[in-house]
C-alpha cells in the first residue's frame, strides 16, 4: 500500500495563477479531507468529502474547490492565488468505522508570490 | 463552536526527561479525542485516542488520559528519546461519528542527548 499520496510536493505560484493538488489513497477509504496548516494554527480543515460525488465545506474553504468523482482521487483546485494561500497543505483519509484516525499524506509546500 | 488549546512551544528537554503538554477542549456532548505527531518533513500520524471519559489512550510510550471534568487530555511520557522530537497536535471530532478533526496549534519539543 502507498497510503496516501500527495503531488507535487513543493509549488511555487504568481498571484492570480491557478492550480491543482492531486491526492490520491489506496486504502479504500470513503471520507477524504484537505487541510491547511499555518505556523501556530495547527491543521484547518478546507474541504472535506464523505463518498465519491459528495463534498462539503470546512473550516476555510474560500479560494478553493474540490470535487470527488473516484473513491481513490481528491483534487485541490486553486481558483487564482493570493499570497494568503501560502502554507502547507494535507491530504488525509480515513474509514468511517474509525473515528478520528486519519492518514495523513507527506504535504504539499505552496508558496505564493 | 469546537475549539483546542494546548501549550505553545518549543518544549527543550534532555533524553530521559519526563514530558508533559497540556490539552484542553471545548466541545458540545461527547467529543473523541486524539493526539497525533508530525516528524520532521513528514505529514501527521496518529499516537492515541481516548473516545469516552476517563479513557486511557497509550502508544510507545506515551499517554493521556480524558478527563471530562477538567475538558482535558493532557499528553505524558516519563522518558523522553531524542527519536521523540517532533510536533505534537491534540484533536477531537464532536461526538463518536464522523471524522472531521479540530486540531490545537501544535508544540514543537525538541529533545537533545
Known amino acids: 500500500n502507498a497510503g496516501v499520496t500527495q503531488t507535487p510536493k513543493f509549488q511555487v505560484l504568481k498571484t492570480g495563477q491557478s492550480m491543482t493538488l492531486q491526492c490520491a489513497q489506496d486504502m479504500n477509504h470513503e471520507y477524504m479531507s484537505w487541510y491547511r496548516q499555518d505556523p501556530g494554527m495547527g491543521l484547518r480543515l478546507i474541504h472535506y468529502?464523505?463518498?465519491?460525488?459528495?463534498?462539503d465545506q470546512g473550516e476555510v474553504p474560500n479560494g478553493y474547490n474540490v470535487s470527488r468523482s473516484t473513491t481513490e482521487d481528491f483534487p485541490l483546485r486553486l481558483l487564482s492565488a493570493a499570497p494568503s494561500q501560502t502554507s502547507v497543505y494535507f491530504c488525509?483519509?480515513?474509514?468511517?468505522?474509525?473515528?478520528?484516525?486519519?492518514?495523513f499524506g507527506p504535504g504539499t509546500r505552496l508558496t505564493v508570490t | 463552536g469546537n475549539s483546542v488549546t494546548q501549550m505553545e512551544g518549543p518544549v527543550t528537554l534532555s533524553e530521559e526527561a519526563f514530558l508533559t503538554i497540556n490539552c484542553t477542549y471545548t466541545?458540545?456532548?461527547?467529543?473523541?479525542l486524539f493526539w497525533y505527531v508530525q516528524y520532521p518533513g513528514e505529514g501527521l500520524q496518529l499516537l492515541l485516542k481516548a473516545t469516552k471519559a476517563d479513557d486511557k489512550g497509550s502508544n510507545k510510550g506515551f499517554e493521556a488520559t480524558y478527563r471530562k471534568e477538567t475538558t482535558s487530555f493532557h499528553l505524558e511520557k516519563g522518558s523522553v528519546q531524542v527519536s521523540d522530537s517532533a510536533v505534537y497536535f491534540c484533536?477531537?471530532?464532536?461526538?463518536?461519528?464522523?471524522?472531521?478533526?479540530?486540531f490545537g496549534g501544535g508544540t514543537r519539543v525538541l529533545v537533545k542527548p
Open positions: 484533536a477531537l471530532t464532536p461526538g463518536a461519528a464522523g471524522n472531521k478533526l479540530t
Open positions: 468529502s464523505v463518498g465519491a460525488g459528495i463534498t
Open positions: 466541545a458540545t456532548g461527547y467529543p473523541s
Open positions: 488525509a483519509s480515513g474509514s468511517g468505522g474509525l473515528v478520528g484516525e486519519q492518514y
